[in-house]
């Protein structure tokens, strides 16, 4: 009976357009470090910080780093 409930409860917001409560993380800019690389730190919706390095060519992914 549990399950029916909080499944009719999603299907209601669904069909309400009530949006889901997952935002994307909030990040900075890219800052330019003068080695031909640049960094940026994101916040999820739960706080956490995370930090991310990418090189500068074209074409580069960016990669988790430690946040210093």
């Known amino acids: 009976m549990i399950i029916r409930s909080a499944l009719a409860a999603a299907v209601l ?3 309400l357009g009530i949006p889901a ?18 960094w940026r730190s994101c916040v999820n919706d739960d706080g956490t910080t995370h930090c991310y ?16």
């Open 13 to 15: 917001a669904f069909a």
């Open 21 to 38: 409560a997952i935002a994307a993380p909030s990040c900075t800019t890219w800052m330019d470090q003068g080695d031909g690389t640049s």
């Open 53 to 68: 390095k990418i090189s500068n060519q074209p074409g580069s992914t960016q990669y988790e780093v430690a946040c210093k």
